[in-house]
């Protein structure tokens, strides 16, 4: 009953989310990934830390790599950004063209 609750709470969440439309609306395939200086920081008492620093990327269907990096190098945060799970501070994420990151 309580995973029930929590499932719907998360629910309402994501639909006042400002990427619900993207995440929601029909699309096809994606096929091109693209940074453009998109880096992201957090506000840690009253500081800014920075969780991944300026990054250019561009990632063509098909294409595999791999993200390597020390512990809070931003490998967590990169796929979160590509996921639109996290918002980045700055720079543009592009999908096929089309700038996502707004």
Known sequence: MRARLNLAEVTKQVASCHCADFLTRPHKVRSV????????????????????????LRVDDGQVFGIIGHSGAGKSTLL?????????????IVVDGEDVTA
Do not use: C, D, M
């Not at 880096?39 to 969780?51: D, F, L």
């Open 33 to 56: 990934i693209e940074f453009h200086n998109v880096h992201k920081t957090y506000r840690v008492a009253g500081k800014e830390i920075p969780a991944l620093h300026p990054t250019n």
């Open 80 to 92: 979160r950004l590509i996921n639109r799970l996290e918002t980045p501070s700055g720079g543009q």
